[in-house]
């Protein structure tokens, strides 16, 4: 984060605010969540786009869709900065790591359809539209999981559409990406935000760390 600052021209003292982050202290330091792969890998995309070594670029975001899949919806935007081609390496490098666990066949990502299927946690919006859904008649649920992948699917067409496709301003749009992505998810557990506060601390948005802030509320109730 501090090598990606200083190769952006920023203010190294940024990184304090994922650094010194209570959240990421108390779910990394503390719980030792995987999501720490992901802050890493998505931390070195942004570093490597500010070298202009776009090859470890897309390398480095195929790990991080590895770790956690949500990443996949920045695909598109370094795909813009790299071009589509090019875009496939990240790809080889995310199935490159899925190649240990062929074996389980297809209950490969048996684990992911559970969870994106059912599994509801400290949703905003989704709760509302679920809400909303059971009032016109059944299958409320997965109604309201169509209206939010519709909204991210709608809010990341806008931002590619705005999009610079500058290598410098991938941070920026990964924040808001990413912060679509648990804004309208079913489940926003605290250690998701994490993912916000490197990529925040580099594009210099800073609602990502007030969100880190509030979600630890959240451990209350788990």
């Known amino acids: 984060l501090i090598l990606t600052l200083s190769a952006l021209k920023l203010p190294p003292a940024r990184s304090i605010l994922y650094g010194w982050n209570p959240l990421v202290i108390k ?14 890998t998505l931390t070195a995309t942004c ?21 956690k899949v949500a990443p996949i919806v920045l695909l598109p935007f370094l795909a813009r900065r790299v071009g589509v081609l090019r875009t496939v390496l990240a790809g080889v490098a995310c199935i490159a790591c899925f190649v240990p666990y062929l074996g389980a066949g297809r209950n490969l ?20 539209f679920v809400w ?10 997965l109604l ?3 209206i939010c992948a519709a909204l991210i699917a709608t809010a990341l067409c806008a931002l590619c559409r705005y999009d610079d496709a500058e290598l410098g301003t991938f941070a920026r749009v990964a924040t808001i990406a990413l912060g679509a992505v648990l804004l309208f998810s079913p489940v926003v557990t605290p250690w998701y ?3 916000l506060l490197p990529v925040a ?11 880190s ?6 451990f209350l109730v788990m």
């Not at 779910?27 to 890493?40: N, Q």
């Not at 601390?201 to 969100?211: C, L, S, T, Y």
């Open 201 to 211: 601390g580099i594009a210099g948005i800073r609602v990502p760390v007030f969100f």
């Open 144 to 146: 309201a999981r169509m």
């Open 193 to 195: 935000v994490t993912w």
């Open 213 to 218: 802030a509030a979600v630890c509320v959240a």
């Open 109 to 128: 990502f048996a684990g992911l359809q559970a969870f994106s299927s059912g599994w509801q946690f400290n949703s905003g919006p989704f709760r509302l």
């Open 132 to 141: 909303a859904a059971s009032l016109a008649g059944s299958r409320a649920d």
């Open 47 to 67: 570093y490597f786009l500010a070298r202009k070594n776009l090859t470890a670029a897309e390398v480095s975001l195929g790990l991080a869709i590895a770790a």
């Open 27 to 40: 779910v990394f330091a503390g719980s030792g969540h995987i999501d720490v792969v992901l802050v890493a």
